[in-house]
């Protein structure tokens, strides 16, 4: 029987990376918000890999974060080793990893959900939405509970009609033990809401006591204090390593030898999986040339001996698992505490979706999270706390907070889900983004944190610490241009040292920092050299006067071709445009530009089938029907 249980203004299905964020934003922006998950316990879960970051995701923790979320942060209180990886390659490609100990992950984001000031917390099922016409209205669980809510935001995750499978074997389940949500899936496709299935898989778990680690590579963390977020400080913790060992051909052997076995090649498991994410049945069939594949062996946290096996991901049978684990060197005598398997889901096509993350056909519901069919712990958090600044602005009626692939990854990767859909669990690439060297992990608050404190969400001591680094980052920038380093010996020695070329006169510490085999601490030991900082933000700013000073040239370069991509970009289309009415486009065209119906014709020029004469079309249309006025809808287009 149904009851009035409570009302909100946003509500948030789902406490995984994506509901967290999207929660915490409505919260904070003013909104009473109730966040509903089917496991109290099982807060911010880390069903796979325990770590945060690497190439892309490092980029989108940190916009995340610049925004005024909770990944960064919680990260940084969590992670028992962090490093700094491609160290060699340009600040584009640099990207900070952490390992999480999971369950303090899932503590910490628990203590900041519960004292939320807005934000209430509870265990429930939900079964239904309340949808009056086409706007929703609330939530009604499967004890008859009913929430309502003009916002509501799907983050449900892996768990939509969640089926697990190792081997021969398949059960209705939710990652690690949990149970599905089958009802609920079943109901989103009669709204008429188009879902698709995917899967993705995760690896064994072993048990630390029965590895032999003299048989592996140590994986040690960086000294360096890294940290995720611009509000950490400064981060004292203990390193724990990663282990590195190899598959080899016996246990290539094994797996070629149970591909029977298999339920990805017997068809058992029709869910499309990650490409970059394959399963090792999946890299031993597609790389047979290879002798071995890595593998890490993660630890899960300081206080468990779980072992997670990264490489290994499969839904081989239990038996074939145990078999090939005790072929690789350290793991001969294995202990296996958790199986790998496989999980099937639904996911919700994207391209149902505004850049708001708003559905196109339900007013008021959002989505976000790997029900939009990404795959990634941070791809999630990024789209939630976009849901949720977006459920908010909804329900303030303020204008939508759009991030443009200029701006953001997670405008590359939000923009790359509704016009491009998914035709696999996507996962964000550096190569996806057209200006990587604009979207760097190191610059995300001078692109983001301003756009957030207006929206709401950054708060004015965030915003207070970043306008006071964003001013010393300027006035160290017009310090090393006209600070100009005297012609001594003592220059000349250090330059010498540094296998640099002595000077002929006084340089500017700009030009000299302009040699690529200078580093700015290389310049520190020079006259007026070292800049005077605060020490918390000291390494913040060295970073940031060194990048703007030496890729100069090509951020100049790279934010001409953004202004020339923009005028695409702010070409909007009318939200009435009748593409059937539109004369000279291609039936096909038309079909995809109805089905997408981008908001400009940057964005139509990205939709897969659409040509540059069909976007050359448009504008010629676009611009008759401005010069006209629309003065008759009928015969508009
Ligand atoms: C087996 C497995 C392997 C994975 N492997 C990888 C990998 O290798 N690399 C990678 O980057 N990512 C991987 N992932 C994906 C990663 O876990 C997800 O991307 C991430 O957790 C998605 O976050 P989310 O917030 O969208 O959903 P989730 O973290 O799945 O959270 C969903 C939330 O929704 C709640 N929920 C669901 N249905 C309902 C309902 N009806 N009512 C109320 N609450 C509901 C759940 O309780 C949960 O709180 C894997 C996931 C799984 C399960």
Redesign the pocket.
């Known amino acids: 029987m149904e009851y009035q249980a409570g009302t909100y203004d946003v509500i948030v299905?789902?406490?995984?990376?994506?509901?967290?964020e999207a929660a915490l934003a409505s919260a904070r922006m003013g909104c009473r918000t109730l966040i509903?998950?089917?496991?109290l316990d099982?807060?911010?879960?880390?069903?796979?890999?325990p770590s945060v970051g690497g190439p892309a995701k490092a980029q989108l923790v940190r916009e995340v974060d610049a925004l005024g979320g909770e990944m960064g942060l919680n990260t940084d209180r969590s992670a028992i080793q962090v490093r700094m990886l491609n160290t060699a390659k340009g600040p584009a490609m640099r990207a900070l990893r952490a390992q999480a100990d999971k369950k303090l992950y899932q503590k910490n984001m628990r203590r900041v959900l519960e004292n939320q000031p807005g934000l209430d917390l509870k265990q429930?099922?939900?079964?239904k939405l309340v949808v009056s016409g086409n706007t929703v209205q609330g939530i009604i669980?499967n004890t008859g509970a009913k929430y309502m809510a003009p916002a509501v935001i799907l983050?449900?995750?892996?768990?939509?009609k969640g089926r697990i499978i190792i081997g021969d074997l398949a059960f209705s389940g939710?990652?690690?033990g949990?149970f599905p949500?089958v009802g609920?899936a079943g109901y989103l496709r009669g709204l008429g809401l188009e879902l698709g299935r995917f899967k993705?898989?995760?690896p064994a778990r072993v048990d630390k006591r029965s590895i032999d680690f003299s048989k592996m590579i140590i994986q040690p963390g960086d000294q360096k204090n890294h940290k995720f977020s611009f509000l950490s400080g400064r981060v004292d913790r203990e390193q724990v390593p990663c282990w590195l060992t190899y598959t080899n051909e016996t246990t290539h052997r094994i797996i070629r030898d149970n591909l029977h076995r298999s339920p990805l090649f017997s068809g058992f498991i029709e869910g499309i999986g990650?490409r970059y994410?394959p399963s090792i049945e999946d890299k031993v069939v597609r790389f047979a040339h290879r002798p071995g594949h890595q593998v890490f062996i993660e630890p899960e946290g300081l206080e468990t001996n779980e072992m997670y096996v990264q490489g290994m991901?499969t839904s081989l049978p239990e038996d074939v698992q145990l078999e090939m684990l005790r072929t690789l060197k350290g793991l001969e005598n294995v202990q296996v505490i958790r199986p790998g398997?496989?999980?099937e889901y639904d996911y919700l096509l994207p391209t149902q979706l505004k850049h708001s993350l708003e559905c196109k056909e339900i007013r008021g519901l959002f989505s976000?999270?790997?029900?939009n069919g990404?795959?990634?712990?941070?791809?999630?958090?990024a789209q939630?706390i976009i849901a949720g600044i977006n459920a908010a602005c909804y329900v303030q009626q303020k204008e939508p907070f759009i991030l443009g692939r200029a701006e953001a990854y997670i405008g590359v990767m939000i923009d790359d889900l509704i016009t491009k859909g998914a035709g696999e669990p996507y996962?964000l690439l550096t190569s996806r983004a057209e200006h990587r060297l604009l979207l760097r992990q190191d610059n995300a608050d001078l692109r983001l944190t301003e756009a957030g404190y207006k929206v709401g969400l950054v708060s004015p001591g965030r915003y207070k610490a970043f306008c006071k680094k964003k001013k010393l980052i300027e006035a160290d920038l017009e310090r090393v241009n006209k600070t100009y380093i005297p012609v001594t010996e003592e220059v000349q020695t250090v330059l010498d040292q540094s296998g640099s070329a002595p000077l002929s006169q006084s340089a500017s510490l700009a030009s000299l920092l302009r040699r690529p085999e200078l580093r700015y601490e290389r310049l520190f030991s020079l006259p007026g050299g070292r800049p005077d900082l605060p020490e918390e933000l000291f390494d913040e700013v060295v970073e940031e006067v060194e990048i703007g000073v030496k890729y100069a040239g090509y951020i100049k370069k790279e934010t001409e071709q953004v202004k020339k991509y923009t005028k695409l970009e702010e070409r909007w289309i009318p939200e009435d445009i009748n593409y059937a009415l539109v004369e000279g486009l291609a039936n096909e065209a038309k079909q995809r530009l109805e089905k997408i119906r981008p908001r400009s014709l940057g964005q139509a020029s990205r939709i897969s089938g659409i040509t540059p004469a069909d976007i050359a079309i448009l504008m010629v249309r676009l611009e008759q029907r401005r010069r006209k006025g629309a003065v008759n809808e009928s015969t508009a287009i």
């Not at 299905?13 to 509901?19: C, N, P, Y």
């Not at 099982?42 to 890999?49: F, K, L, S, V």
């Not at 990404?374 to 958090?381: C, K």
């Open positions: 299905i789902g406490a995984g990376h994506s509901g967290c509903l998950t089917l496991n099982n807060i911010a879960m880390m069903p796979c890999n429930v099922l939900v079964e669980s983050t449900t995750g892996t768990y939509l939710g990652p690690q949990q949500s609920f993705t898989g995760t990650p994410c991901s398997y496989a999980i976000a999270g790997q029900i990404t795959s990634g712990y941070e791809e999630a958090a939630g996962r």
